[in-house]
């Protein structure tokens, strides 16, 4: 099965391929761009022409579905449910931190990622088993529900964790093509895409104008 993997969950913009009867993977990111609406579509299409794949051969697409900013997520889970629909192939939506956790030594851990304004998302993993989370919170606000033997977390946030947390094993991991379809179950009927925003968009829908005295009241 030749399968199509997306995540626009956080600042890197991760496609790749993944061909799990020979574990072959082929990965095309681009770290930190935000870019993510103008870039992905051109991103698949390049990832395609450099591994001589067609559209057509795809057999599946795995997104991951967050949690992450509004505007990220809608685009890279419209991307794939716009392939999906067009070849006709199955799109599973898949929660980003499990994929990031994934790639992490198996054991107790947290991971985090920016989710802006000064707060982060956040989920614990005890070995195949996600413990706690997704939810969001300020870092120095976190409370674990164990204690955790790694953390992936950004860089710029690992200093604002519980002082409890600073001298634990760090990494600073998004997902990766392989990891995310790790963790999907292809072989089931998936559901629905439902993105993890986890909190309102920043964008808010403005107040209404109060209407001018001088404007005369007309009766149609």
Not at 72 to 89: E, K, P, S, Y
Not at 156 to 179: I, K, M, N, T, Y
Request: charge should be negative; hydrophobic fraction near 40%.
């Amino acid at each position: 099965m030749l399968v199509l993997a997306i995540d626009t969950s956080t600042p890197d913009l991760v496609t790749g391929l993944v061909d799990t009867s020979t574990g072959q993977v082929r990965d095309r990111v681009l770290p930190g761009t935000r870019a993510h609406n103008e870039q992905l579509t051109p991103t698949v299409r390049a990832l395609l022409t450099d591994t001589a794949v067609d559209f057509t051969d795809l057999d599946a697409v795995v997104v991951g579905c967050g949690p992450g900013p509004f505007t990220g997520l809608r685009v890279g889970m419209a991307t794939a449910a716009a392939f999906g629909d067009a070849l006709g192939i199955p799109v599973h939506g898949v929660c980003s931190l499990d994929a990031i956790a994934h790639r992490l030594p198996q054991g107790r851990r947290l991971v985090a990622t920016d989710a802006r304004r000064r707060e982060i998302y956040w989920a614990t993993y005890d070995g195949s088993d996600r413990t706690a989370g997704p939810d969001v919170v300020r870092p120095g606000k976190l409370v674990l529900p164990h204690e955790v033997e790694m953390v992936s977390v950004p860089e710029h946030l690992a200093e604002q964790l519980p002082e409890g947390l600073r001298g634990v094993e760090q990494q600073d991991l998004a997902p990766d093509a392989a990891s995310l379809v790790a963790v999907a179950d292809l072989t089931a009927v998936p559901d629905p895409l439902m993105p993890l925003y986890l909190r309102r968009p920043d964008a808010k829908e403005p107040k209404p104008v109060p209407k001018s005295p001088a404007i005369p009241e007309v009766e149609l």
